[in-house]
C-alpha cells in the first residue's frame, strides 16, 4: 500500500503532494514501483497536526481520487479519513477501502462503517487508544489491543461488514510508549487471533528514531523500516503502507521466500 499524502504537514513528505499533477506523478511512480493499493490522505495524523476543516480535506482529495479513477481504473484506491462526508465522497468515486485511524471508535465511526457496508468497500480499523500508555511498564500491552479492536470489528459486524472485508492495524506510534511499539512489532503475529488481515503502518516513523537515535530524521530511516516490513512478513502481516515501494517490496518478497516463522 503506497501511502500518497495530499497534505501539508505530514511528518516525512508533507507539502510535496498537494497540487492534483503532483499527486498523480507520485502515484505513477509507486505503481511502476509495484504499488497494489494508494491509500490517499489529505488530513496529517501525524503526532500535533493541526486538524483542518473537512471543505479543505474534500478540495484537497477529490481532484486526485477522480484522477486516479480516471487513469487507474483497476487499482484499488483507499481513502485516509475519519469523517463520513469525506469518506461518502470517495466512496461515490469508487474507492474500495477506508482507512480509519479511529478503527470506527471517533465520533463518525458508526457513520464510516455503515458507508463502506453499503458501498462493498472495505475498512481499516487501526488500534488508537491513548489510555494505553498509562499501562505499568510491566504490563503485556497485547491484551488491551486486541480487546480494543474487537470493539472495532464488533462495530464493524454491527454496521454489516464482514470479517473478510476488516484489516487490523495496531497503530504503531498513536498513544503507545516507546516500549509499547516494540512490543507490538515483535509479537505482530497474535494480531492473527482476530481474524482479520493486518496492515503495518511503520514506514519512516519516530519509533525506529527512538530506537536508533542517530536516525534523527525520517529521511535517514529507510533501512530500518525495511527491517521491520521483513519481520512483519515473516509474522504472517499482509498489508504493508509504505512511503517507499519499490524497497519495501523487494524485502517483503525476500522474506516471504523464507516463510512464515
Not at 216 to 241: F, N, S
Request: proline share 6%; glycine share 10%.
Amino acid at each position: 500500500m503506497g501511502i500518497l499524502n495530499v497534505t501539508d504537514d505530514s511528518f516525512f513528505d508533507g507539502g510535496q503532494h498537494l497540487s492534483p499533477d503532483a499527486a498523480l506523478a507520485r502515484a505513477r511512480s509507486m505503481i511502476e514501483e509495484g504499488a497494489d493499493i494508494l491509500d490517499v490522505g489529505g488530513q496529517s495524523t501525524r503526532p500535533g497536526h493541526s486538524e483542518i476543516p473537512e471543505a479543505q480535506e474534500l478540495a484537497r482529495v477529490l481532484p486526485v481520487l477522480r484522477a486516479l479513477a480516471a487513469e487507474f481504473s483497476g487499482l484499488p484506491l483507499s481513502i485516509d479519513t475519519y469523517r463520513p462526508a469525506v469518506a461518502a465522497a470517495a466512496l461515490s468515486l469508487g474507492v474500495q477501502i477506508v482507512n480509519d485511524v479511529h478503527g470506527l471508535q471517533g465520533p463518525g465511526g458508526t457513520e464510516l462503517a455503515r458507508l463502506a457496508a453499503q458501498a462493498g468497500a472495505a475498512v481499516v480499523v487501526m488500534h488508537n487508544d491513548p489510555a494505553l500508555r498509562d499501562l505499568a511498564a510491566d504490563v503485556d500491552p497485547l491484551p488491551s489491543v486486541l480487546a480494543w479492536l474487537e470493539r472495532s470489528l464488533a462495530l464493524a459486524a454491527a454496521a454489516g461488514l464482514p470479517a473478510d472485508r476488516v484489516v487490523v492495524d495496531p497503530g504503531i506510534g498513536f498513544g503507545k510508549t516507546q516500549a509499547q511499539n516494540l512490543i507490538l512489532l515483535a509479537r505482530l503475529g497474535e494480531l492473527h487471533a482476530l481474524g482479520c488481515p493486518v496492515l503495518l503502518g511503520v514506514s519512516r516513523k519516530s519509533v525506529i528514531g527512538h530506537a536508533l537515535p542517530e536516525l534523527a530524521t525520517p529521511a535517514d530511516r529507510l533501512e530500518p523500516t525495511l527491517a521491520l516490513t521483513a519481520l512483519a512478513v515473516r509474522q504472517g502481516v499482509q498489508l504493508h503502507r509504505v512511503h517507499d515501494v519499490r524497497a519495501n517490496r523487494r524485502a517483503a518478497r525476500m522474506a516471504a521466500a523464507l516463510g512464515v516463522a
